[in-house]
């Protein structure tokens, strides 16, 4: 089946409301769990940014880069969860506002 | 024969190395026998040179060996001995063996004998090499010497926080002057290419045309340096205060040899002096300036150290003003006289002083002529000799410098009144002193009387303060002269009859009008009295100058200005951490917040930069 | 029909986002999570990138996911913390992310514009995207494989329990 023809915008404009929902998500909760949740909203909506260029140009590049986001996000998830696995077992919280040995 | 040369300079100095060495281990009498023997042994060393030169008048040289050789400068330390070196040799040597002799006595109770003469020792060693260098740099070592000596001297007994104040104050004011000569040495070499003297004035007579820029440079930063060791005007200030250092001390180093370095100085680079004109008249206006200031200052004082220490500049000052209007013999023959006086003077000071509980205050004493007769005898030929009158040794040479500056084109006239103005002055001064110490009642009784290592050396300084003026130098050749000078009869009897007038003056005022009690301590009673007391109140001068300037720079630098420039940038970096550490909050969501922010600041401006 | 089927689905991601992450139970945003990723693999599709909805359907939707459902199972947060996560969900808390979004998505809206231009409506095989994989994009997949390798060890080591070193990480 051959694509749609959308106006490139409107792709790009629910891809935005993607990454802003992320990023608010981001901001908004404090469990370690849900941060990462929208950290994959975020890379999501990335990867759909590219689809949609490589739709408009009809080129094979858009999804190879939605490959490369798909690496990130999963490298990501592997080392995220297991940080959500220690910070659990060493804090008894996943509240990230309670977890600032950062700033030491 | 180079051997007995080298041992001239050489054997004081090993006795000065032993008695450095070993001071501590060796009794007093070997102490003496080492310090005043070497000594000794030079001055006959000397004396043969003397009567070999004196025999047939030939200029010896010897170079003993290279001392440095640098590309196309090299330096030997090598002599050169002729009628002027003779002289000064044989001066140094001789009362300077007197003043050793007399020396055993005076320093025999003090703790430190052994490093007296070290340091005594030394100072010899090192005037003989001055003297006797060939090159000028070797003549420099010499005079950096006595300057060291000198600094080490007076500051003697350095338990007393003045007495190193004093020695510091006489170390500091003589570099000044060394300092230019330093600059002068330079000058002459990048100008000539050598500093071996004969040569030097060869090639000076044969590149330097009369008055040039050059000749006047040198010689003017020669001059700084004369005047810095012969403590003339500007530079005169450390040498009263110098008379902190036991008083054989001030005898030999600051009244007999080593002031007179500066007017060595000039008489052996006369050849330059004469290319120089201008440095020539100033010579002998520095002179004159100079004797009539110490000479104002004296009449006042109440240390009987400090009447000999003022003295001193100012007779130096009559040699700076024979050498200025060219009588460069009469100068050295006044060195010569100068140094068998006021040698005479300073030990009968120091004998006096001895006997009476280190007492100087000249109004503290009184009645010192029949109570130490031989003092007292030291003290009338000294005077009398200081004072010119007619028959003793000062009043050859001094007459000399008179009548010579009278003769000196265009200025003379003034130089010679400035001059007897001084000899009045000096002659007031020098029998006050004998006057108010050796007349009257006796204020302080003396407890001894000199022993014979004291009385001795006086005695024959004596002699040589009465007969020295027959003594005629061997310095035909070596310095340029035309016998006596010529002058009108008048000048002469007036020459001479001045310093009877002071004479005159000072019995009347001090015998037939004795004083009823002695003056304030800290001057006199009049402002006049007050400025002269602390002559002319130069040093207040130089304090308000130089060292309260230099002191509050110090000051100011030491509380490290430019550290606070790097305190201020390490403060600045310390808050701008503090700042950025408190950014640091360890709060991800606090992060992820200023992230935003900063991503939406930098999209906006893409939007504004973005057509 | 099919676009406005495209712009359904698009409303469903994002609203599914947005529930997704407001949720206070973790395995409940989770579900809506999923949704949200099989709503953009629909997108995907209709784009014309079979090969990338397969993909994101396969390992974001599938693989990643279970490694949330997992983790959430070992973690066992239960009633306490959803409890805990309503209180942390308060109204004020909302302003400054909201404002910030709103922002950020004004701003977005203002790049992107009203260019005009539309989406080819061909598809790309995955054909296509393996020759460019493998062709010009080699240097990429050998980086993607490295980080997925740094990722493996990372993330095991990160997991692993210290027992003998309590307190540090």
């Excluded at chain 1, 759909?48 to 408009?56: D, K, M, N, P, S």
């Excluded at chain 2, 590309?71 to 002729?82: E, L, P, Q």
């Excluded at chain 2, 002799?101 to 004998?113: A, G, K, N, T």
């Excluded at chain 2, 100072?123 to 080490?152: H, I, K, P, Q, R």
């Amino acid at each position: 089946m051959d694509g749609l023809l959308i106006p490139l915008e409107h792709v790009l404009l629910v891809a935005g409301i993607l990454f802003a929902c992320g990023l608010g998500g981001l901001m908004l909760r404090r469990n370690l769990l849900f941060m990462l949740m929208s950290l994959e909203v975020m890379l999501n909506s990335a990867a759909l940014a590219f689809i949609a260029a490589g739709a408009r140009w009809q080129e094979a590049d858009g999804q190879v880069m939605f490959l490369l986001v798909l690496t990130v996000a999963a490298a990501e998830v592997a080392v995220g969860l297991g940080l959500v696995l220690q910070i659990q077992r060493r804090y008894r919280t996943l509240d990230m506002d309670a977890v600032t040995r950062l700033q030491e | 024969m180079n051997l007995a040369l080298a041992a001239i300079p050489g054997l004081p100095m090993l006795s000065a190395t032993l008695l450095i060495l070993f001071g501590r281990q060796i009794p007093r009498s070997l102490g003496a026998v080492l310090g005043a023997g070497s000594v000794g042994l030079s001055a006959v060393l000397v004396a043969g040179q003397l009567l070999a030169y004196l025999d047939t008048p030939t200029v010896v040289t010897a170079t003993l060996w290279t001392w440095m050789s640098v590309a196309d400068f090299s330096a030997a330390i090598a002599f050169h001995i002729d009628g002027l070196t003779v002289v000064m040799m044989s001066v140094i040597t001789g009362v300077g063996f007197l003043i050793h002799v007399y020396s055993v006595e005076f320093m025999w109770e003090d703790e430190s004998f052994s490093r007296y003469f070290a340091y005594m020792n030394l100072f010899v060693g090192s005037m003989l090499l001055l003297v006797m260098a060939d090159n000028l740099l070797l003549l420099f070592l010499g005079w950096e010497g006595v300057g060291m000596c000198s600094y080490l001297l007076v500051g003697f007994w350095y338990k007393n926080p003045a007495n190193g104040a004093a020695a510091r104050k006489a170390f500091v004011v003589t570099r000044v002057g060394d300092a230019l000569m330093a600059l002068g040495l330079f000058v002459l070499f990048t100008d000539l290419g050598t500093l071996d003297i004969q040569p030097l004035l060869l090639a000076a007579n044969l590149n330097w045309e009369v008055g040039g820029t050059v000749p006047v440079l040198a010689t003017a930063l020669l001059l700084g340096g004369a005047v810095g060791k012969s403590a003339q005007l500007p530079l005169h200030t450390w040498l009263p205060d110098a008379m902190a250092g036991p008083t054989p001390v001030s005898a030999l180093i600051h009244a007999a040899t080593m002031v007179t370095a500066g007017v060595y100085l000039v008489a052996r680079l006369h050849g330059l002096f004469l290319l120089a004109p201008a440095t020539l008249t100033a010579v002998a206006w520095v002179g004159l300036a100079t004797l009539l200031l110490a000479a104002s200052a004296a009449l006042v004082q109440q240390d009987i150290k400090r009447i000999l220490a003022y003295s001193t500049i100012s007779q130096i000052g009559y040699m700076f003003l024979a050498l200025g209007v060219g009588a460069f013999s009469f100068g050295i023959f006044h060195l010569m006289t100068h140094a068998f006086f006021k040698a005479l003077l300073f030990l009968g000071a120091g004998a006096v002083s001895h006997c009476l509980h280190h007492e100087l205050n000249i109004f503290r004493m009184g009645g010192l002529r029949t109570r130490l007769p031989v003092v007292f005898l030291s003290f009338l030929i000294g005077s009398a000799a200081l004072a010119a009158l007619p028959f003793t040794a000062g009043f050859y040479s001094k007459d000399g410098i008179l009548l010579s500056a009278f003769t000196a084109p265009g200025i003379g006239p003034w130089l010679w009144a400035g001059g007897l103005l001084g000899a009045l002055l000096t002659s007031i001064y020098s029998f006050r002193l004998l006057f108010v110490a050796f007349f009257g009642e006796a204020q302080t009784e003396p407890d001894r009387k000199p022993g014979l290592p004291m009385a001795i050396p006086l005695l024959i300084l004596c002699a040589l303060s009465l007969l020295g003026g027959l003594i005629s130098q061997p310095l035909d050749g070596v310095l340029p002269d035309a016998g006596h000078p010529q002058v009108p009869h008048l000048i002469e009897w007036i020459s001479i009859g001045v310093p009877l007038l002071g004479v005159a003056y000072a019995y009347y005022a001090y015998i037939v009008r004795r004083p009823s009690s002695s003056p304030a301590e800290a001057g006199g009673d009049s402002p006049v009295e007050g400025f002269l007391f602390a002559g002319w109140r130069v040093d207040a001068l130089y304090n308000l100058l130089l060292v309260t300037p230099y002191r509050t720079l110090a000051r100011w630098c030491q509380g490290e200005p430019i550290d606070h420039f790097y305190n201020g940038v390490v403060s600045l970096n310390r808050l701008c951490h503090r700042g950025l550490a408190a950014l640091q909050t360890g709060e991800l969501r606090w992060y992820a917040t200023t992230f935003v922010i900063g991503l939406i600041a930098v999209v906006a401006i893409v939007l504004r930069s973005a057509p | 029909m099919t676009v406005l089927l495209f712009y359904l689905t698009a409303a469903l991601a994002v609203f599914a986002t947005v529930v997704a992450l407001t949720r206070a139970n973790a395995a409940h945003a989770l579900i809506y999570l999923i949704l949200s990723l099989l709503a953009v693999a629909v997108m995907f599709f209709m784009l014309g990138a079979p090969f990338a909805a397969a993909l994101e359907v396969l390992i974001y939707a599938g693989a990643i996911m279970v490694l949330f459902v997992f983790v959430i199972m070992m973690l066992n947060l239960g009633d306490a913390g959803e409890e805990q996560e309503r209180g942390w969900l308060d109204a004020r808390l909302w302003i400054v992310p909201g404002l910030l979004t709103t922002v950020l998505l004004v701003e977005m809206l203002l790049v992107f514009g009203e260019s005009g231009v539309t989406t080819s409506g061909h598809s790309v095989s995955p054909k296509e995207v393996g020759i460019s994989l493998y062709g010009p994009y080699v240097l990429a997949v050998e980086l993607a494989s490295m980080l997925l390798m740094a990722a493996l060890v990372g993330a095991y080591h990160v997991a692993r329990r210290f027992i003998d070193r309590p307190g540090d990480i």
